[in-house]
């Protein structure tokens, strides 16, 4: 849908798509302003980010399994994707979130919003 979304790497950065495609990812807000994906604007304020999330890039995501136990993990690729590790260090990743939810790694799960991206 036409529009401009919340980012997932950051929040004083946004999205904008148009017929389908992501056109500018990351377009920056003026300085000292977070992107509102409720008001769909920047703002002094975000009620869909939190203020953590300042910098672009994934937090603690991994590139391998190697001495992780099975479980699902950030994935360096993307916000909307997780690894899942399997015993012996078996890796998958890109493993897709549901549409519009990104993966947060403090909860193991994909959700709205994400403190770790």
């Not at 975000?46 to 950030?74: A, L, M």
Request: with cysteine; proline share 9%.
């Amino acid at each position: 849908m036409p529009g401009r979304y919340q980012s997932c790497h950051a929040c004083n950065v946004y999205a904008e798509c148009d017929a389908g495609l992501r056109f500018f990812d990351d377009r920056p807000c003026p300085a000292t302003l977070v992107f509102d994906d409720v008001a769909k604007r920047c703002q002094g304020f975000s009620t869909t980010c939190g203020p953590q999330i300042v910098n672009p890039g994934p937090g603690p995501c991994i590139k391998t399994c190697k001495g992780k136990g099975p479980g699902n993990y950030q994935s360096c690729i993307s916000c909307n994707v997780y690894v899942t590790c399997m015993s012996g260090g078996v890796m998958f990743d890109n493993r897709p979130c549901p549409a519009t939810l990104v993966w947060d790694d403090n909860v193991k799960n994909c959700r709205g919003a994400s403190a770790t991206w």
